[in-house]
């Protein structure tokens, strides 16, 4: 919801699942350390979303970021992928139904620290 009101691109956990069996996409969990220790996309990686530098992301500018947070009401996500976009990164998406949402489509989690 918000990260179409910000003008960004989004993707449904299923088309980010299908779309992860074929290409190389960084994905960022920015909900909390602890909510990501419970259960996250497989290989997301973890930041707060206002406070990342630009050596938490890929090095090359046109790689696909996928940015998630809690559910569709949270807009961490789309806060961090509109920060992206201002660092230069020109593929930057939102997975707008969030862990909630990835969840509910019963695809696959990891846990740990």
Known sequence: MFARL???KTVSPRKLHQ?????SITVMD???????????VPGAGNLD???????DLPEDKAAMLVFYCSNPMCN???RAARRAKKMGYSDA???SAGIIGWAAAKLPTETGI
């Open 49 to 55: 979303p206002d406070f990342y530098r630009e050596s």
């Open 30 to 40: 920015v909900n909390s350390h602890q909510s990501w220790a419970n259960a996250h």
């Open 93 to 95: 998406h939102v997975m």
């Open 76 to 78: 961490k996500a789309p």
């Open 6 to 8: 910000m003008g960004l």
């Open 19 to 23: 779309m992860m069996q074929d290409q």
